[in-house]
């Protein structure tokens, strides 16, 4: 069903009785030619680029719960491609231009939201780093803007601007073209469109193993629903990527930590971009229904408790209200966590694994949301071909062997 405001229209005249559901509820096939572990943004983006781009329908995603329920249901919705090597530049930034483009092409408004994103500087270091930050992002062709003061303030108006605050602003930077974009929306456009090309998204349906044959080559996988037959398998797993590395044998370096964020009851229209404090480790935006959204930083323990600890609630409350003192008015209406999977130079891995079939797509850690479109993009490439995508290359599992790291995580000096 194609969606206009013609189909709007129609549903009211009709008593809202026009509408089908949005995917189908198939039973696992005995065979496919591809499977996809985990309907998250990845999984579910791969699925439809194995149809879209490369013809590949006899397809299935296989997610344990349901879909959207991990973290791409639980981020913070922040996008942008202000990343400082030239590697992780191209890969962000032509995931924000899918993003862009997204919602017309999937003929579902994943509300979009380019209203810039703020980095604030607190002190004279954090000036130059931004500038030699924002620097290199011009040289890899994406916009940068240094910020003033007085640029930033005008921009965020109730942020502390005072000189003698705790963590004084001293000016900041900009990426325009960075912003928001709904969370579930970008899960389920995806898999209402992968589903009309007729994939299958095949949920409460948890992989407890992986099946070879000659040459220790896939062939199947061992479901909560019995097995299924095919010759490749994409992972896109987030937190539970190291859990399903070790059912295929293999072993990954990655450390899956809690990350949580929250939301204050929702207010009037207040803050009109998305505001990041790298110092504090605050970050902030404001959601469509007026909800303040906060971002917190990592539980540094590893974990699998969806929760995230208390310490570091309060903590990231204590750094907002130091910027934001206005919102020490708010009451706090929601808390949760997501599992991330974490990795040394905070780049993900997207590549061949040791076993032959079985392909992965991780290590996107705090920051994949922003990457779910070229995250399926270059899964789906490497599923269909047996060969990475140009983008793909430098961000294979063997650069922790070689040592050929893109260490975003030293270089910028920020999480999310
Ligand atoms: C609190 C929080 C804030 C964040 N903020 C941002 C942000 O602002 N911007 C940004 O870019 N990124 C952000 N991220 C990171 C981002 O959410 C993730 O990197 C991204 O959503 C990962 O998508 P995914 O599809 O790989 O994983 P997920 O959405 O987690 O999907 C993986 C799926 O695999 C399933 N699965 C696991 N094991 C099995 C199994 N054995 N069998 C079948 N299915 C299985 C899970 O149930 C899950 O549904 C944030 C994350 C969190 C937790």
Do not use: S
């Given at each position: 069903m194609k969606y206009s405001a013609l189909a709007l229209l129609r549903g009211a005249l009709t008593g809202q009785r026009s509408w089908a559901p949005v995917w189908r509820s198939p039973e696992p096939k005995r065979a496919y030619d591809a499977l996809i572990v985990g309907a998250g943004g990845h999984g579910l983006a791969t699925a439809y680029y194995l149809a879209r781009n490369h013809g590949l329908t006899r397809v299935a995603v296989l997610e344990r719960g349901w879909l959207g329920g991990g973290n791409t249901g639980r981020n913070t919705t922040i996008v942008r491609s202000n990343y400082l090597f030239p590697e992780s530049a191209r890969l962000y930034d032509f995931s924000l231009r899918l993003y862009e483009s997204l919602a017309r092409e999937l003929n579902f408004n994943i509300m979009l939201s380019q209203r810039g994103l703020v980095l604030l500087a607190h002190s004279r270091h954090d000036l130059d780093a931004m500038a030699r930050w924002a620097n290199a992002m011009q040289m890899n062709g994406i916009d940068a803007q240094l910020l003033s003061r007085e640029e930033v303030a005008a921009r965020a108006p109730l942020l502390e601007m005072s000189p003698a605050a705790r963590f004084p602003i001293l000016g900041g930077f900009l990426q325009r073209r960075a912003g928001t974009a709904r969370h579930d929306a970008v899960a389920w456009g995806y898999a209402r469109a992968a589903d009309s090309l007729g994939v299958d998204i095949i949920q409460n349906c948890e992989v407890t193993g992986f099946l070879t044959g000659a040459g220790g080559r896939i062939s199947g996988v061992q479901t909560s629903r019995g097995r299924i037959d095919t010759e490749r398998v994409g992972i896109a797993a987030a937190g539970h990527s190291s859990v399903l590395a070790q059912l295929a044998g293999f072993r990954l370096p990655v450390t899956s930590y809690a990350l949580q964020a929250m939301v204050s009851e929702p207010v009037k229209p207040a803050l009109d971009t998305v505001v990041l404090s790298p110092g504090t480790g605050a970050y902030v935006s404001q959601s469509d229904k007026g909800e303040m959204v906060l971002g917190a930083s990592l539980d540094l323990f590893p974990s699998y408790a969806q929760r995230g600890s208390f310490a570091v609630t309060q903590s990231i409350i204590a750094a907002t209200l130091a910027i934001f003192p206005a919102f020490s008015r708010l009451r706090l209406l929601r808390q949760w966590a997501g599992i991330v999977d974490v990795v040394h130079d905070s780049s993900p891995i997207i590549g061949a694994t040791p076993v032959p079939g079985l392909y992965i797509n991780c290590g996107w850690g705090t920051g994949g949301f922003k990457g779910i479109p070229v995250g399926g993009w270059t899964l789906a490439h490497v599923l269909a071909t047996g060969r990475n995508h140009e983008l793909a290359e430098p961000f294979q599992l063997e650069r922790f062997h070689t040592?050929?790291?893109?260490?975003e995580a030293a270089a910028a000096g920020i999480a999310h």
């Open positions: 040592g050929r790291l893109i260490d």
